[in-house]
């Protein structure tokens, strides 16, 4: 079950993300060298896209960038670009849901849309594997971050 814990202020969806994959799977154990991470908002991290420069969010002012008077911001604006173009997943579209349907439904759906075929684990939305199904794969993966390699 994807928890909300787990969705960024900026519509990130920490569930699918490699560095909270590779924690829960402990994929250093399997030889596969990934940075682990608990999830933006668990950690409350300075977020290297947004925070840095969002006193918003520094403050806690808002829950979801979605909040903000700002919205979308031209930093959200290009983070989103760049998840849509290499991620397959929608920022400003995963805020979206969440204002429109309510974070119950984005949670069923977001399961849905990542679920692997195979073991009904969660596929990655940094490369589009399975950490439970394809760690052979990613053990000879040239570009962990990235969808293709070729
Ligand atoms: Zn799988």
């Given at each position: 079950m994807f928890s909300k814990e787990l969705i960024a202020p900026c519509g990130m969806d920490c569930n699918v993300c490699s560095g909270y994959l590779a924690l829960t799977h402990d994929l250093k154990k399997?030889?596969?060298?990934?940075?682990y991470c608990a999830g933006c908002r668990p950690r409350d991290k300075q977020c290297a896209f947004l925070k840095k420069q969002c006193e918003h969010?520094?403050?806690?002012s808002v829950n979801f960038c979605s909040e903000c008077p700002k919205f979308p911001c031209q930093n959200l604006s290009s983070i989103d670009a760049?998840?849509?173009?290499?991620?397959?997943?929608s920022l400003l579209e995963n805020l979206g849901s969440i204002t429109t349907d309510g974070m119950e439904k984005f949670l069923r759906a977001e399961e849905?849309?990542?679920?692997?075929?195979?073991?009904?684990?969660?596929?990655?939305?940094h490369n589009g594997l399975c950490f439970?199904?394809?760690?052979?794969?990613?053990?000879?993966?040239k570009h962990l971050y990235r969808w293709d390699d070729e």
């Open positions: 399997k030889g596969i060298r990934m940075s969010l520094r403050k806690h760049r998840y849509q173009k290499l991620f397959r997943m849905e849309k990542w679920r692997c075929p195979s073991c009904g684990g969660t596929i990655c939305c439970v199904c394809d760690t052979s794969r990613l053990k000879k993966k």
